[in-house]
């Protein structure tokens, strides 16, 4: 496998999300200089930066490699924290978990759709 293959697949991902190399750097939990420097630099990421990178996109570094699309989809390990800690929660506490997130996803859906509109283009008139 090349090493271009990987800067190539993590902007497929990130083109796939409509994220920035700054948004990932903020879901990654990894400086904005670093990936920039590696992105322009056309460096491959240490091992775990990539990892950091997957963790942030929310999939595995086998899922990463995966070309063929064939893998299931695995839980991180963060994925994997999250289910037990919600698993140790009392019933109501878990619906109000559970509303709190379907809160959150319409709040950056809103974002989101914010930040799409002020990057299109105008329209002519």
């Given amino acids: 496998m090349r090493e271009e ?5 993590v902007t497929e991902l990130r083109e796939e999300r409509n ?10 939990d ?6 920039s420097n590696t992105f322009h630099r056309n460096n491959v990421p240490s091992v775990s930066t990539l990892m950091r990178i997957c963790e942030g996109f929310g999939i595995t570094l086998a899922e990463f490699f995966d070309e063929e699309g064939t893998m299931p989809k695995q ?21 109000l978990v559970t509303a709190y997130m379907q809160g959150l996803l319409k709040i950056a859906a809103v974002q989101e759709a914010e930040e799409n509109a002020s990057t299109d283009p105008p329209e002519a008139e």
Avoid: G, M
């Avoid at 839980?75 to 619906?95: C, G, I, V």
């Fill in 5 to 9: 293959y990987v800067l190539k697949k």
């Fill in 19 to 28: 994220w920035s190399l700054y948004r990932l750097a903020k879901e990654a």
């Fill in 30 to 35: 990894i400086s904005y200089s670093t990936l």
């Fill in 75 to 95: 839980l991180t390990l963060s994925d994997q924290q999250l289910l037990a800690d919600f698993h140790r929660l009392p019933r109501s506490d878990k619906n």
